[in-house]
């Protein structure tokens, strides 16, 4: 099974969904890359890998620069980072990683999405043993040796070194983040993304077309919301 049923891929017809969804992410990504190292990208290895994702989303400049001066503490509007945890039909499992500046109006937005599509949000840590929060981090295959890549990483901390289209999916313990990152930078490598995501640990296979259905409709109320940044599920992928 491989690692890409943990993540939410963009629907056929819904590319402009999908795409807001991108902004929200790599805006939330710049936002904490300057809060925990500053905004320079010449000292700041997370910044860089951030803002080489915007360019390549072409996220507007101005979007940018205030997502660096939110994290920089400026602007701020009072924003904190949250999460929900809950189930949709069938029992699928459902992480939501959400930054709010109201915390009232987010939960109960998302509570409402559970709620039109046979689901319900559950208690704090509710998904504890689903999701395993893993360090991740996307790397272009282009230019290096597969073998001596695997090394290497191992060698930092990785667990796991999995092939997908033109890139190394390096997965790691969450206490692996920094010595992966850091073997990246002396290896003059810089990844796609890197960070913290929700792997699942048991998957749930559905065969019912309404119930996809369903799930497929909360997933996309729940990314069409400004406040959610990401969702992981444990839907198990049907091998094409």
Known sequence: ????????????GAADRARGQVFTKALHDVATAAKSGGGDPATNFLLKIALDRCKKFNVPKDNIDRAIKRGMGGDSEGYEDITYEGYGPNGVAVFIEASTNNVT???????????????????????????????????????????????????????????????????????AFGTIQTKLQELNITPEEAGLQRIPTTFKAIDDEEVMGQLEKLIGLLEDDDDVICVYHNIEAKEE
Not at 3 to 11: G, L, N
Not at 159 to 174: K, W
């Open 105 to 175: 109006r987010t939960v109960a937005n998302v509570r409402s999405y559970f709620n039109k599509c046979n689901g319900s949000l559950g208690k704090d840590n509710c998904l504890e043993f689903i999701f395993d929060r893993k360090a991740v981090f996307s790397v272009p295959k282009e230019g290096l040796d597969e073998d001596e890549f695997t090394l290497e990483m191992i060698d930092a901390g990785a667990e796991d070194i999995e092939t997908e289209d033109n890139m190394f999916e390096v997965y790691g313990q969450m206490n």
């Open 1 to 12: 099974m491989g690692r890409k049923s943990a993540k939410i891929a963009a629907k056929k």
